[in-house]
């Protein structure tokens, strides 16, 4: 039989997991399942993956939800920060090909807390969206969609986090949650990334300025740069922000501030901005 809301597992053995990204669709359907399933909402397991590169405001952001879910957002991490995995990674940046960040610092977390166990994993794609969330391999964890299921769209999760814990501050200048480098950022967001965490630009700047060497039998030791070493195959970030500047120049302003008489909240919910080429695995950002 098909796995609905109306008719979950009643036994005890199975688990209920819903993942918490730092972004709008998943902490939304948190509150959904409290407020319209609350037999459900006391059996979940709330949990977020900490890659130890969010934003603060993520951090922010999941302290105020769990107050509002009354219950612990279980903190799961791979014990590693990201300088370690780029090392076992030969230096070598992740990217929407080789996305090794993903896999060790997100889903391996995961499944060791699942462990074996029967689970039902909760995904908040919407009703109005055409994509595939991170689903497990693992036979034991069977996904469920309730947004899909109920029919809920972009604006009624807009409206569902302003009635209650607010939306995450950084969508004033980004699209998505996730680490503050991470390579799916348009031009745009890695400017708001400048001018918002000027510290965290740097940081992320600086990981493409390491210094890597290679061996090669002929010519000996070799500094090598380029793709691989920078976080997008456009270019470095600096060249990124110059273009989004020279852009911001041309066009007005493109990095959104609370500039006009509408609330960034409203304009922001009035804005389509939901990247329809997004490939970004929505572990990290839904
Ligand atoms: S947010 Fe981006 S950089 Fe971080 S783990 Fe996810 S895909 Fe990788």
């Not at 009643?10 to 688990?15: A, K, P």
């Not at 929407?96 to 909760?122: H, L, N």
């Not at 006009?260 to 922001?268: F, G, I, K, Y």
């Amino acid at each position: 039989m098909k796995l609905s809301m109306t008719n979950l597992p009643t036994d005890d053995s199975t688990r209920h997991v819903l993942g918490i990204s730092g972004g709008k669709d998943s902490a939304a359907l948190a509150i959904y399942i409290k407020e319209c399933y609350p037999e459900v909402h006391e059996k979940v397991e709330y949990f977020f993956t900490d890659t130890g590169a969010e934003l603060k405001e993520v951090y922010e952001f999941l302290d105020k939800l769990e107050a509002y879910l009354g219950k612990e957002i279980v903190r799961l991490s791979s014990g590693k920060d990201f300088d370690h995995w780029l090392k076992l990674h030969n230096e070598y940046l992740p990217s929407p090909q080789q996305r090794w960040c993903t896999r060790v610092m997100k889903i391996k977390p995961f499944e060791a807390f699942v462990g074996d166990d029967p689970v039902i994993s909760y995904i908040g794609i919407r009703a109005d969206e055409n994509r595939e969330g991170y689903i497990s391999r693992k036979e034991t964890i069977k996904p469920i969609f309730p947004f899909i299921e109920d029919g809920l769209i972009r604006d009624d999760i807009f409206q569902m986090l302003e009635d209650t814990v607010g939306i995450p501050e950084y969508y004033q200048w980004r699209s998505r949650s996730g680490c503050y480098f991470c390579f799916f950022q348009r031009q745009d967001e890695w400017l708001g990334l400048k001018r918002n965490h000027p510290e965290l630009f740097e940081k992320a700047k600086a990981f493409e300025k390491r210094k890597r060497e290679k061996y090669d039998w002929a010519d000996g030791k070799q500094e090598i740069e380029g793709h691989g070493y920078t976080w997008s195959s456009q270019g470095s970030i600096d060249e990124l922000v110059e273009r989004a500047e020279t852009r911001e120049k041309k066009n007005g302003i493109i990095v959104k501030t609370n500039n006009t008489n509408e609330r960034w909240q409203d304009s922001l919910r009035n804005d389509d901005d939901d990247d329809p080429e997004d490939q970004s695995c929505l572990i990290c950002s839904l």
